[in-house]
């Protein structure tokens, strides 16, 4: 690689999750401008990791968001506090109808989060884009919309995708590529 190349990749600063695990395996922390898909089967502990790591994002006075389309506000909140989360830099939304990405993005920014987390792929939604919510057209138009707002607004977020018992992405393996 070139100078330019190299000195362009040093500039870019990584923002610890306060899970020094996570933080090491995603090269220093979440990175502005980027989206990242995390998968693992049902029972995990995806939505746990993922709400830690908002909390200890938030920790620094940065904002985070987390917006599940698995559960209600209620429950969310109930959740974060069962793991010792009650910070007042960390939004909490939930609605088991799913999560409308053009609402999220617009409660995030009005929030000031610059870190979010959906969960999951398979609950967001696109007002304009046919299809039931978590087939494969639905998932990649959540996926663009999610990668062109982090790019666009200087974001960073992590999608849940659940894992299929044969190792596969519930929406389809496409999600991966974008």
């Known amino acids: 690689l070139g100078q330019a190349t190299m000195d362009a990749a040093a500039d870019q600063v990584y923002h610890s999750t306060g899970i020094p695990e996570l933080d090491k395996v995603l090269g220093g922390g979440v990175l502005w401008e980027t989206a990242l898909l995390v998968g693992a089967t049902r029972g995990s502990g995806k939505s746990t990791m993922l709400l830690q790591a908002c909390d200890g994002y938030a920790r620094d006075g940065r904002k985070s968001y987390y917006a599940s389309g698995e559960m209600t506000r209620d429950k969310c909140i109930a959740y974060a506090k069962r793991i010792g989360i009650v910070n007042e830099n960390v939004c909490l939304f939930g609605d088991p109808s799913g999560v409308d990405c053009d609402n999220l993005f617009e409660a995030v920014?009005?929030?000031?989060?610059?870190?979010?987390?959906?969960?999951?792929?398979?609950?967001?939604?696109?007002?304009?884009?046919?299809?039931?919510?978590?087939?494969?057209?639905?998932?990649?138009?959540?996926?663009?919309?999610?990668?062109?707002?982090?790019?666009?607004?200087?974001?960073?977020?992590?999608?849940?995708?659940?894992?299929?018992?044969?190792?596969?992405?519930?929406?389809?393996?496409?999600?991966?590529?974008?």
């Open 109 to 178: 920014t009005a929030f000031g989060a610059t870190f979010f987390v959906l969960d999951s792929l398979q609950t967001g939604t696109v007002s304009d884009v046919k299809g039931d919510i978590g087939n494969q057209s639905m998932a990649k138009a959540v996926t663009n919309m999610v990668q062109s707002f982090c790019q666009e607004k200087k974001r960073a977020a992590m999608v849940i995708g659940h894992l299929t018992q044969d190792g596969n992405y519930a929406s389809g393996e496409s999600v991966q590529h974008l």
